[in-house]
């Protein structure tokens, strides 16, 4: 019912930028909490940062005032702003929700009907 689609991904240097976008078809972005996940090689996935239904915003100790996620309504799109990136940045980068779903800290738990987007890599590198 809810498909996502993730883009802006790619190669930048430590210290660089990037904004990854999350950009929602089948229904309206408003009505969805959205998280924004990473995955690197060897570990686990991780929870980074998630926008509540109310737009409040949370982020992992991690990514804690580097990134900033935001949402445009009228674009149905979910943002991630990344600067200051890291070699331990270098991730595949995912957005979700569920059709029920919030945040819990930084942490997207959904309960029901799970949405993922087919993610977009982000290398940080010299």
């Known amino acids: 019912q809810v498909q996502l689609v993730e883009s802006g991904g790619g190669l930048v240097q430590p210290g660089g930028s990037l904004r990854l976008s999350c950009t929602a078809s089948g229904s309206t972005l408003n009505a969805y909490a959205i998280g924004w996940f990473r995955q690197a090689p060897g570990k686990e996935r991780e929870g980074i940062s998630c926008?509540?239904?109310?737009?409040?915003?949370y982020y992992a100790d991690s990514v804690k005032g580097r990134f900033t996620i935001s949402r445009d309504n009228a674009e149905n799109t979910v943002y991630l702003q990344m600067n200051s990136l890291k070699p331990e940045d270098t991730a595949v980068y995912y957005c979700a929700t569920g059709a029920v779903s919030g945040c819990l800290g930084p942490k997207l738990i959904i309960k029901l009907r799970q949405y993922w987007g087919q993610g977009t890599q982000v290398t940080v590198s010299s």
């Open positions: 926008i509540s239904r109310d737009s409040s915003t």
